[in-house]
């Protein structure tokens, strides 16, 4: 009986005699627990095992690089066939050690910049895909059936006993940690420097195992940052729309903005067209949001109150810095994110989530992918989805709820209405190389056929989209009371693609009639009113005089 309950104690071990094991293997490599970064590879291939679950940062922003390069440099004798399930796939070597044997099997979210290879590796048979999940699925996988053996993570600077700064980019990492250093998982950090003492402690020393000072800072992707330069009267035109049909008739207050010039626009307009209309404090006061520098003239206006912020943007510490009645930071005056919090704020404290895509189809359901390209969904379908969840009420919640009702009969208790989050897609009816963004079938399905997947790679579903802007117009899909009128509003602000050559003139009629559907002229904006001249800043150095000098572009933005 002793020998069979000793048995049983070490079979309950075997994760943690593994982890052990693994640390032992690298330890001849560290001084205590720092590597030097020429031995990053040694360090890999001592930890790593075949078929690991792997998690590389590889965040939406923030990239564990000198990490990337060392994994990508193991001998694929010693370390292959790994389950890669990170954030994001930013970099090259996020895709090399695909085409070396290295990894075999991907689980992720965004891959903006690797778009179009990822698409020729999935269909070159060369990737095993898992899903592409949106932030918090994946996040919540690490907790299930996703957990990492090891983690490969970055930090901004460590003290010898592992405690972690990871600075104003912490983006995923408490959410990797977590998941990994608690399942008797390797956790390991590449930082840009060795300290006495950290400026504040973001990751705990006894959740990392090995810090490796890389040779060069780790990369951030300066994914939020528009050129007002760059910005377009017809997108101005559709900012306009937006803010006058809907963030005023909804009262919008907490929200979150999607990667575009069309949700750039809108911040821009804030000080100056939103102020004519009478609607400061009335608003867009709360944000989840990255720190976009095209908020920085609103900031600065006294239009908003506060911001969370998943990750960081480059060029903005030092206005971070000095605005923390704005932003959360630290007592090191830097700014704190976390995807995993900021993700659930704009999941279930938000009223409106507006961002792009790529495709649009007869129902409204959205892809970013196209058959050249696998870019990923990020939040989106975390920010543009109704969260059946929530019970907290709000005046544009219930008001969007009290909308789907009227669709629906009204029938029933009021108190029991369920409310309704906004979800709107801002898109202009052509994308580049004057592809269509309005199709009758998207191109992901396409991609479910060719790989075998049992669900196609849809964004954000048509069920939980609420509004549709266009250069055309609004759609608002709330009032649809079926199928046919929901595809008629969308083929009636589609414009001359091919979806919206199709409509019904007729019902699109009836459908502007019922305030379905409405054009510029509806909302009492004339289109040549979409002037450059209403932006708040119309350069990137207009954003820096706006910020007292605080804010510091990246160097290819700076044009002057």
């Known amino acids: 009986m002793a020998a069979s309950r000793q048995l049983g104690r070490q079979h309950w071990r075997q994760e943690r005699t593994a982890r052990d094991e693994r640390i032992a293997a690298a330890r001849p490599l560290a001084d205590g627990k720092v590597v030097s970064a020429k031995d990053a590879v040694a360090l890999l291939e001592a930890v790593l095992r075949p078929g690991d679950r792997v998690c590389l940062e590889g965040d939406n922003q923030k990239q564990a690089d000198c990490l990337a390069r060392a994994l990508s440099g193991c001998d694929p004798a010693r370390v292959h066939d790994l389950h890669m399930v990170q954030s994001g796939i930013v970099l090259p070597e996020h895709l090399d050690i695909f085409e070396q044997g290295i990894a075999k099997r991907l689980d992720y979210s965004y891959s903006g910049p690797q778009g179009a290879r990822i698409a020729r590796m999935l269909f070159g048979g060369q990737i095993a895909l898992g899903a592409v999940h949106t932030y918090l699925e994946l996040f919540a996988r690490y907790f299930i059936d996703l957990t990492p053996n090891v983690a490969l993570i970055a930090g901004v600077s460590a003290d010898r006993e592992g405690n972690l700064y990871t600075g104003p980019n912490t983006e995923d990492t408490p959410t990797v940690v977590e998941a990994t250093a608690f399942k008797n998982g390797v956790v ?50 559709m900012a306009m729309m937006a803010i006058k049909g809907i963030y005023a008739e909804y009262g919008i207050t907490r929200l979150n903005h999607g990667i575009g010039f069309g949700t750039a626009a809108i911040e821009l307009l804030l000080p100056t067209y939103a102020e004519k209309l009478g609607l400061k404090q009335k608003i867009a006061t709360h944000w989840a949001l990255n720190p976009h520098p095209t908020l920085i003239p609103a900031i600065e206006s006294g239009w908003v109150s506060q911001v969370h912020c998943f990750g960081s943007e480059v060029g903005m510490d030092r206005y971070i810095r000095e605005r923390p009645d704005v932003f959360f930071t630290g007592i090191d005056g830097s700014l704190r994110s976390n995807r995993a919090f900021c993700q659930t704020a704009g999941l279930y404290a938000c009223d409106l989530f507006i961002g792009a895509t790529l495709q649009i189809d007869l129902a409204g359901h959205s892809s970013t992918v196209t058959a050249s390209r696998v870019a990923g969904f990020g939040g989106a379908p975390n920010m543009g989805s109704d969260p059946h969840g929530r019970r907290h009420p709000s005046q544009t919640w219930m008001k969007a709820g009290h909308e789907a009702a009227q669709r629906e009969g009204g029938a029933g208790n009021p ?103 409405r054009r510029p002229e509806d909302l009492g904006i004339e289109p040549l009113d979409a002037d450059r001249s209403l932006l708040a800043a119309r350069s990137i150095k207009d954003l820096v005089h706006w910020s007292s000098g605080l804010y510091e572009p990246p160097p290819r933005f700076r044009n002057w």
């Not at 504040?200 to 940052?225: H, M, N, Q, S, W």
């Not at 580049?432 to 049992?454: M, N, Q």
């Not at 589609?494 to 409509?503: E, F, I, L, P, S």
């Open 415 to 517: 108190a029991l209405r369920r409310g309704r989050k906004l979800v709107v897609q801002i898109v202009e009816t052509f994308g580049d190389k004057l592809s269509p963004t309005f199709v009758e079938k998207l191109d992901a399905l396409e991609l479910a056929r060719k790989l075998d997947l049992e669900l196609a790679p849809v964004m954000i579903y048509g069920d939980d989209v609420t509004h549709i802007v266009t250069e055309e117009g609004i759609a608002n899909l709330l009032l649809c009371r079926d199928a046919d009128e929901r595809e008629q509003a969308i083929r009636g602000v589609a414009g001359y693609t091919d979806v919206g050559r199709g409509r019904d003139r007729a019902m699109v009629q009836r459908l502007r009639e019922r305030k379905i559907i």
């Open 188 to 237: 390991i950090a590449q930082v840009n420097r060795i300290v006495d003492k950290v400026p504040r402690v973001d990751i705990p020393g006894d959740r990392v195992d090995f810090v490796v000072e890389a040779d060069t800072p780790f990369y951030v992707e300066p994914l939020f940052t528009r050129d007002p330069a760059a910005m377009t009267e017809t997108q101005i035109l």
